[in-house]
């Protein structure tokens, strides 16, 4: 069984830092890919950075220069440093990969989602 967990959410005034972090566990080999997504109140789930299997890094319009995706493999975490936070950064966060388990499948997981509230 795997399991994706999500933290470092919070509240925290405009122009601040967040790190979110989202570590796999389980029968965990690695993760090949992964995404983080939000989704604000009324709004649609958005896209916000993914890194792929060769490790590319791309990032939503709204988010490019801001923020930063990881991956450790090491400790089978993915983060997102996020800088110069906005109030319409406001969401609930949630990380989303694709997983190579123990028994050499994959498959995609989703956490549960960590709260940003950016906010004076």
């Known amino acids: 069984q795997v399991r994706l967990v999500e933290s470092g959410g919070g509240l925290v005034q405009p122009g601040g830092s967040l790190r979110l972090s989202c570590v796999a566990s389980?029968?965990?080999?690695?993760?090949?890919?992964a995404d983080w997504y939000r989704q604000a109140p009324g709004k649609e789930r958005e896209l916000v950075a993914s890194i792929s299997v060769r490790s590319e890094l791309t990032y939503g319009e709204s988010v490019k220069g801001r923020f930063t995706m990881f991956r450790d493999s090491n400790t089978n975490t993915v983060s997102l440093q996020m800088n110069s936070l906005k109030p319409e950064d406001t969401a609930v966060y949630l990380c989303h990969a694709q997983i190579v388990t123990t028994q050499f499948a994959t498959s995609d997981y989703w956490g549960q989602g960590t709260q940003v509230t950016v906010s004076s």
């Open positions: 389980g029968n965990v080999f690695a993760i090949k890919a």
